[in-house]
């Protein structure tokens, strides 16, 4: 005995083997170690009911007594007595599973099948997002079913959000408001009733309901409405989700005929199935949109869906696909848990004073939110979830498909031949005490209890394994904030009942507040739960918002017809209205012979053309796939929900065909995020994005941008001293303090283009003048015939020219800061470089890198000196504004003397506003488009795949169905309170939108918003000039000189 004892301790390195189990539970480990070291026995002498031919255990199983459909767990139970810890059942298309009841079977397997979670099941949900109409699944069906390579390409991105504490106690105050709320709802009906109402698990739903879609939807359902409408969405979800818990149990633990033919049990999950999807895509939608919609903030923290979706590797469908799946499996899950631990706790009053008394002490005289602090504190409160967990599992069992032969209890269990299962509910072997509830056995602290961790795996298959539950952080912090809130306001009760034997949980009010819901008599249905209540409903109520609350009556009318038109047949393409369409040269003659169209200004001819013919209208021109142009908000919704999985932007192609025919294959076959689509965009977009789009490392820019600025400061000052006005080539200054600015980023160094004595050959000088040139010869390229395609004309030739040039140099000044970056001295202390940290990203090659760099400083030049160009003449032309927007400024920055803070910009509401009704009436760039991946209807018609959508964001953002008094500039409109009236999220889309959003949105953003904020401090600028007239070379630029006056206010 000594031999074997020292065997299994030194195995398990626990306590001496008297202080861990009872003897039964000792004779069982060292028979385990025993068959460990003898000749295993084969899977063919595994115990269990007969087998029958073709039938397996079929019949022995459903003419068994104790067998029922809704009752597995006393068949299992009835089984496990008969045949001991290990049993063998087959069934007809299914593999032969084989269930277990060790605690040490359990933690082999799991160790086992650590690199390869194997979880056979679910088949028939499987099959039923495999066939989803519209291929909505794309071929995948999500983490709960889902094995191999798939599972762990979303497994491995989801986990860090979902499983990381910091990302879970974000939601803490928002669930423990709701669990207040619940509370009160409780005193009502204690109210009404003197007791809880016998649909009291309803209840229950609604409250998990509501705390899921806080997590999981960012909203508040109304589910804690007293008066919620029985016919609501998601009282139906909630009765849905009911039926695909009772549907799924009959289908998959019945014979799997299905797999042959759709039986009825078949059809009727199938058809459930769909009707939740519905229902739950269109409030994932309706999250989407108000997520789109938010007004960006420096201070908000990504909710749970934005950062998955902006997570490296994941799509969007992979998205929807786990918010689907939180819907499904948080609503029941939660409540029934919650209703055993109230059951229990009535049952021992002893167990819940000690709860209260810790509580009590915990909470004190906090009568504010929950914080996370308390939480952690709560050791018994946890305690006591993990005793009632180990006694009514959330779910029967788990399995696992081995993918290698393993020796299970004695038994050699063949690679791949079959479904093991663990059935974790009342494990003896585990605990000392397993009928009366008592928490110690769940406190680590108390030595006279200990229990073997795979003998209590609650969330399965989280004892440290990579398929734990994903909401196995969610659920306890749900858990623990209801029972806290309840027991420290409430005493719990039993009352016994007369009819039918059964129990009624009382909480009577007096110092604390009373519950009840019915004895735990269990029923099984994949999930455990109470007889008495297993067919009650949640009930939600959804209002959408009324049609004259959401925007102005004429866009209202553009909603209502464009609904219309979704609705009646759709028209085809070549219906769309557009100007004359010659044979080979399609619309070209229409165009060039037009009289309002410039090559500098083609806003000019499609103010015409919308004029003309329309709010959509097509054109064709050679060697270009043939597009139409609208100026819609609810078209471009329309645009980008359809491209969001795939947002193919054609255009550049002279960029890209320059790229890839560079001397010695420079960019490596690749042209970069300006003009990649498809996977390789997205293998590079998904990885830089974290390091771009993210505030935090914006920020870390701040001081530097904020030091160039006040430069520029100075720089603005000595020139007007000098002229008494700006010199009529400021907007040449603008472009150098814009290059100091993102050179500070790209390149992490100062590259003097403020220096007053700076050579106008100098290689700064000389980037700002390629950089011109390359927009003006871009214009030239892509907005003319591409002949260039088949022979280089001579715009290609000036282009290609211009763009080598700015490669050398753009190329020599990247390698000089690689060089500084490498000869610096390590250091724990300094943060890591925009450069540095693409460098060190897996994934990324230095090509990739240096590309993003090169790109960023073409891009980075003109287009935020030309939008800040527009901004200083408009606050210039409208003094009123300018006036409020310094009041602002001096009542943020007040008598600060230093560098300018996050907390200062976070402030700057009014600035905010400002740029953005800036950009509303000057953005930066004529439009935006997508070639469609499949068709869609737009206005109407019918858009072929291949076809380009046009997004004209100039016309749509002056036209007054949108934007009342749109001439005219008024930031107000864009103020919280909207003065002006809702604002469509889809109207104003100077940055992009969707996955698709400019990689440096949060880089120029900041610069503007320093720049201005520095402007308006010092200075009030005037500008007495003609109105300024604007040209376009792909963005939009002045025409006319940028001669301010600036006066120094102090």
Known sequence: MSS???????????????????????????????????????????????????????PSIIFDKSFSSNKLHLYFKKMIEIHGPIIKLTAPFTLPMICITNPYDAENLVRATMDASLRQGFDSLKMIRLQTADSYFEGKTGIMTENGEEWWRVRSRVQPFMMRVKEVVAYLPVMDQISLEFMDRIASLQSQFGEMPSDFLNEMYKWALESVGSVALNRRLGCLDPNIAPDSEPIRLIRLVNQLFTSL????????????????????????????????????????????????????????????????????????????????????????????????????????????????????????????????????????????????????????????????????????????????????????????????????????????????????????????????????????????????????????????????????????????????????????????????????????????????????????????????????????????????????????????????????????????????????????????????????????????????????????????????????NKTGLLTENGEEWWRVRSRVQPLMMRIKEVVAYLPVMD???????????????????????????????????????????????????????????????????????????????????????????????????????????????????????????????????????????????????????FGGIDTTSNSLGFVLYLLARNSEVQTRLQEEVDTVLGDHKGPLTPHHLANLHYLKAVVKESMRLYPTFLGTGRTLDKELVISGYLIPKGWQVMVMGTLMGRDEAFFPRAEEFLPERWMRDRPLGPIHPFSAVPFGIGTRMCIGRRIAEQEMYIFLTRVMQRFTVDYKYEDLEIMCRLMFSSASPLKFSFTERR
């Not at 952690?376 to 696992?400: C, D, F, N, Q, W």
């Not at 282009?799 to 490498?822: G, P, S, Y």
Request: glycine share 6%.
């Open 707 to 857: 030091q160039i600025t006040l430069d520029f400061m100075d720089r603005i000052a000595s020139l007007q001293s000098q002229f008494g006005e700006m010199p009529s080539d400021f907007q040449n200054e603008l472009y150098k303090w814009a290059l100091e600015s993102i050179g500070s980023v790209t390149l992490n160094r100062r590259l003097g283009c403020l220096d007053p004595n700076i050579a106008p050959d100098s290689e700064p000088l000389r980037l700002i003048k390629l950089v011109n040139q390359l927009f003006t010869s871009l214009n030239d390229a892509e907005f003319s015939a591409h002949i260039w395609m088949y022979f280089p004309t001579p715009a290609f030739k000036k282009l290609q020219k211009t763009h080598q040039e700015f490669l050398e140099i753009a190329d020599k000044n990247i390698r000089e800061t690689e060089a500084a970056l490498l000869a610096q001295e390590p250091s724990d202390d300094r943060e890591l470089t925009l450069m540095e940290g693409l460098l060190l990203k897996p994934g990324l090659s230095r090509k990739d890198v240096v590309t993003l760099m090169l790109d960023m400083i």
């Open 249 to 668: 149990t009959e289908v998959e633990f019945g014979p799997h005929l299905w797999k042959v033919f759709p039986t009825p049990a078949f059809r009727k999950l199938k058809k459930t199935h769909q009707e939740f999807l519905e229902i739950a895509d269109k409030n994932i939608r309706e999250t989407e949109a108000a997520l789109l919609a938010q007004e960006p903030s420096d201070d908000r923290e990504l909710t749970l869906m934005e950062g998955l979706l902006l997570k490296p590797g994941l799509s969007r469908k992979d998205v929807v696909t786990l918010i689907l799946d939180m819907l499904f499996a948080g609503v029941d899950t939660t409540s029934h848990t919650l209703s055993f631990v109230m059951y229990l706790l009535a049952r021992h009053p002893e167990v819940q004073i000690k709860v209260q008394e810790e509580i009590d002490t915990v909470l004190g005289d906090h009568e504010g939110p929950l914080t996370h602090h308390h939480l952690a504190k709560l050791h018994y409160l946890k305690a006591v979830v993990k005793e009632s967990m180990r006694l009514l599992p959330t779910v029967m069992g788990i399995a696992r498909t081995l993918d290698k032969e393993l020796v299970i209890s004695g038994y050699l269990i063949p690679k791949g031949v079959c479904n093991i299962h663990l059935i974790i509910n009342h494990t003896v072997l585990s605990f000392t005490k397993v009928i009366i509830v008592s928490p110690k056995t769940a406190m680590v602290s108390d030595g006279s209890y200990h229990a073997n961790g795979f003998g209590r795996i609650t969330f399965p298959s989280s004892e440290g394994v990579p398929a734990g539950a994903l909401d196995e952080r969610q659920a306890p912090g749900s858990h623990s904030s209801l029972l806290l809130i309840s027991l420290r306001r409430w005493h719990q009760d039993v009352r016994r009942s007369t009819h039918r034997g059964t129990g009624d949980v009382h909480l009577p009010l007096g110092g604390r507040g009373t519950s009840s819901f019915q004895r735990a008599n269990c029923t099984t249905s994949l999930l455990v739960m109470s007889t008495a209540t297993r067919r009650m409903m949640v009930s939600v109520l959804w209002r959408p918002p009324a049609l004259s609350r959401g925007f102005a009556t004429t866009a209202a009318t553009h909603q209502v017809a464009a609904a219309e038109q979704r609705i009646s047949e759709p028209k085809p393409v070549y219906e769309v209205p557009g100007p004359r369409v010659f044979p080979f040269l399609g619309t070209l003659p229409s165009m060039i012979f037009d009289k309002t169209f410039r090559v500098n200004a083609p806003h000019l001819y499609l103010l015409k053309m919308m004029k003309t013919y329309g709010p959509i209208f097509k054109f064709v021109l050679p060697f270009m796939p043939p597009a139409v142009v609208v100026a819609n908000p609810y078209d471009t919704e329309a645009l980008v929900r359809a491209t969001m999985n795939n947002p193919v932007r054609d255009g550049f192609e002279s960029y890209k065909k320059i790229r890839r025919d560079a001397a010695d294959n420079y960019f490596e």
């Open 4 to 58: 074997v004892g020292k065997c299994v301790v030194v195995r398990t390195q626990w306590p001496p083997l008297s202080r861990v189990f009872t003897t039964i539970a000792a004779t069982r480990q060292i028979t385990a170690a025993e068959q460990r070291t003898s000749e295993p026995k084969p899977v063919s002498e595994v115990p269990g009911p007969r087998v029958y031919p073709l039938l397996g255990c079929l």
